[in-house]
Each structure stands twice: as C-alpha cells, then as structure tokens.
T-cell receptor, first 114, second 113 residues
C-alpha cells in the first residue's frame, strides 16, 4: 500500500525553467509534509516543509503548494539551475504518537539542462 | 558542526554473514531513526530509538534484524545471516526530539554477494 504517490518519476527542465513535482496522499492523519533533496551518494537533505494550516510556503526559489481537500501537495522550483539536478522526495508524517514516522514517495529524478 | 555520521559507507557481505551498520547522531540529538532505500524506491521506515530504548520497530523485519542505541556510543543496526534481498542503502536520521525535523546521514550501501 503506497500511502504517498509521487509524480513524475523523472523530469527534464531547461535552465531558468520551472520544475513541478506532485505528490498525493491517502492518510488524512498526515499533518506534516516535507520535501527532501538527494544527490548521488548522499543522504536526503530537508529542503522545505509545510503543515496543513497554510496553502503555500515559499523559501527562496522553492515553493510548496498544498491542497488539503484534494490531499495533494507539490514542489515548485523557480528559475531551475543545473545545480538543482538531484532526486527529490516528498514525504508525510502524522500527528500524535506517530509523528516521527516519515512515509516517502518514490522520488523524482530532476535533470536541469544548461 | 558534524552532521549524522554513518559507517561504513559501503559494506560487502556474503550470504549468511552478519552486517553491522553504525550511526552517530548529531550532537544534542537523542532520537535516532533507521530507514532502508531499495533501488528506485523511496525510503522506508524501519525503527525509531531513543537512548537505550526501542520506541517503534514496526518497520523492521521480525527475523534477522535488530537495532540498539546504547547509553554510550553509536546506534547499531544489525542484520544476521544476510540474504541478497538485504542489498540496499540504509540511512540513519536523528533529531533533538520526536516532533522536530530529522537530519539524515549519507547512508551505508550494503551489497550481498
């Protein structure tokens, strides 16, 4: 049972373009939605996170959009750069007793061409 | 300001051997989490430990796998009698408390011959 579905599996964007990665979740108990960036041979690094009380959060070129009714959230990377080329994972965790247990999507391999 | 340290970075074992993966959390972090990443898959939660206690091991296979986080020293993920299917990247994360962001190490890539 895949609780967090991520798409697309891979994405190619030109330098300066907008990269958009989407995730959908099933468990309505999820209330924390982080995005992680992973370079080859490295561990995931927290990029940006959102909670359901807001519909959008922006940090620099990275924006999370959140749609609670549709149970979807997305990552937008503005002015994409070759250095952004990496695998991106969305994740979710619940409230209360299991708030530590991150459920990850399968990842999106982003390639930004110069 | 050292991050989460995992060693070894790469580990090769033959079927039937034991694998020991170590994780030193960030300074000030007493909560440790282990995740497994299979090729082209997302990370899957295995176990959550706080100093000397296993809090949640619901994601860990019942047999051959064990984890500990002693009062002194790193957290250890132990896999006994390894099989080919254990080949994966194993990541450790730590946090100062259970409801704060988790910081990941660079993982141990386990290969089973």
């Amino acid at each position: 049972q895949q609780q967090v579905k991520q798409s697309p599996q891979s994405l190619i964007v030109q330098k300066g373009g907008i990269s958009i990665i989407n995730c959908a979740y099933e468990n309505t108990a999820f209330d924390y939605f982080p995005w992680y960036q992973q370079f080859p041979g490295k561990g995931p690094a927290l990029l940006i996170a959102i909670r359901p009380d807001v519909s959008e959060k922006k940090e620099g070129r990275f924006t999370i959009s959140f749609n609670k009714s549709a149970k979807q959230f997305s990552l937008h990377i503005m002015d994409s750069q070759p250095g952004d080329s990496a695998t991106y994972f969305c994740a979710a965790s619940g409230s209360g007793g299991s708030n530590y247990k991150l459920t990850f999507g399968k990842g999106t391999l982003l390639t930004v061409n110069p | 300001n050292a991050g989460v340290m995992q060693n070894p970075r790469h580990l090769v074992r033959r079927r039937g051997q034991e694998a020991r993966l170590r994780c030193s959390p960030m300074k000030g972090h007493s909560h440790v989490y282990w995740y497994r990443q299979l090729p082209e898959e997302g990370l899957k939660f295995m176990v959550y430990l706080q100093k000397e206690n296993i809090i949640d091991e619901s994601g860990m296979p019942k047999e051959r796998f064990s984890a500990e986080f002693p009062k002194e020293g790193p957290s250890i993920l132990r896999i006994q009698q390894v099989v080919r299917g254990d080949s994966a990247a194993y990541f450790c994360a730590s946090s100062p408390s259970r409801d704060q962001p988790q910081h990941f190490g660079d993982g141990t890539r386990l290969s089973i011959l």
